[in-house]
């Protein structure tokens, strides 16, 4: 008996590429994952942090932050498009800045001095742990060794990114009232630059991504990045803890209650 090979097999339809709005929806369902319900981050939200133990995320968030940029260069060293390229680098910019004190890096340090760090507490790195430099690293190692289709995917925790920035000015406008106001500008800025970046990433992970293997990859790499976001996160909880201390004489220092004073 004749095969009709117009009939498609089992293995054609497994391995059929994902539409469009099905592809779109495996990738916002892994905001189930994303690193705002980390107790951690939970805590923050409440209100639980002690200074000691904002300082401890400022300072090793930073060297996430500062990363960056590199994480996206290497997305365009393996993107033989250049219009995606002329596109692509304007994220460098945003956190490199254009010139001195500008950038997304910038706003993190005068955060930073806003929470009592020096700048050089930041730049000199001392302060992180090492399951954080661990997970960094193997989020860079992931924008190098994939495509840059899947790649690109992986930025795409910023789908979920200004939910969390709304709730976490809000947090600290309300539980940590010793953060001047101006130390807020990085969160304010990525209320609407997360909201462009995640439109231009899922447009490029949707239209690039057109194979069954790809989307896969596309959507496992994203998930790597929420495991990446939360193990941060582990690796700051348990070196600070995520709590007032449970000695009730323990202090914790830092700068004096109420907001006030310029920015850097």
């Given at each position: 008996?004749?095969?009709n090979?117009?009939?498609?097999t089992?293995?054609?339809l497994?391995d059929a590429?994902?539409d469009?709005?099905a592809l779109e929806?495996?990738l916002?369902d892994?905001g189930?994952t994303y690193?705002?319900k980390?107790?951690?981050?939970?805590?923050m939200?409440?209100g639980?942090?002690?200074?000691?133990?904002?300082?401890?995320?400022?300072?090793?968030?930073?060297?996430?932050?500062?990363?960056?940029p590199?994480?996206?260069?290497?997305?365009?060293s393996?993107c033989?498009?250049?219009e995606v390229?002329?596109s692509?680098?304007?994220r460098i910019l945003?956190?490199d800045?254009?010139?001195?004190g500008?950038?997304?890096i910038e706003a993190?340090?005068?955060l930073?001095?806003?929470?009592g760090l020096?700048?050089e507490?930041?730049?000199?790195?001392r302060?992180?742990?090492?399951?954080v430099r661990?997970a960094v690293?193997s989020y860079?190692?992931?924008?190098?060794?994939?495509?840059w289709p899947?790649?690109?995917?992986?930025?795409?925790t910023?789908?979920?990114?200004?939910d969390?920035?709304?709730?976490r000015?809000?947090?600290f406008?309300r539980?940590?009232?010793?953060?001047p106001?101006?130390?807020?500008?990085?969160?304010r800025?990525?209320?609407v630059?997360a909201?462009v970046d995640s439109d231009?990433g899922?447009?490029l992970?949707l239209?690039?991504?057109?194979?069954?293997a790809?989307?896969?990859?596309?959507v496992?790499?994203?998930?790597?990045k929420?495991r990446?976001?939360?193990?941060?996160?582990?690796?700051i909880?348990?070196?600070y803890?995520?709590?007032?201390a449970?000695d009730?004489l323990a202090v914790?220092d830092?700068?004096?209650?109420?907001?006030?004073?310029?920015p850097?």
């Amino acid at each position: 008996m004749s095969v009709n090979r117009e009939t498609p097999t089992w293995n054609d339809l497994i391995d059929a590429p994902w539409d469009r709005a099905a592809l779109e929806a495996q990738l916002r369902d892994k905001g189930r994952t994303y690193h705002d319900k980390h107790p951690f981050h939970r805590a923050m939200n409440d209100g639980l942090l002690t200074r000691a133990q904002i300082r401890g995320w400022v300072a090793n968030r930073f060297h996430y932050q500062r990363n960056i940029p590199i994480k996206d260069a290497a997305i365009l060293s393996n993107c033989p498009d250049h219009e995606v390229r002329r596109s692509w680098v304007r994220r460098i910019l945003i956190h490199d800045g254009q010139g001195p004190g500008e950038g997304g890096i910038e706003a993190w340090l005068r955060l930073g001095k806003a929470v009592g760090l020096a700048r050089e507490d930041l730049l000199d790195e001392r302060l992180v742990v090492s399951g954080v430099r661990s997970a960094v690293e193997s989020y860079v190692r992931l924008a190098r060794d994939e495509p840059w289709p899947v790649a690109v995917a992986s930025s795409l925790t910023e789908l979920f990114a200004p939910d969390l920035m709304a709730e976490r000015i809000r947090a600290f406008e309300r539980y940590y009232p010793w953060v001047p106001d101006w130390g807020l500008d990085y969160f304010r800025g990525r209320l609407v630059q997360a909201r462009v970046d995640s439109d231009e990433g899922l447009e490029l992970t949707l239209s690039r991504c057109t194979t069954r293997a790809l989307q896969e990859r596309a959507v496992a790499a994203l998930e790597q990045k929420c495991r990446i976001l939360w193990l941060m996160l582990d690796a700051i909880m348990a070196a600070y803890g995520a709590g007032p201390a449970k000695d009730p004489l323990a202090v914790d220092d830092g700068p004096a209650a109420g907001r006030g004073g310029g920015p850097p």
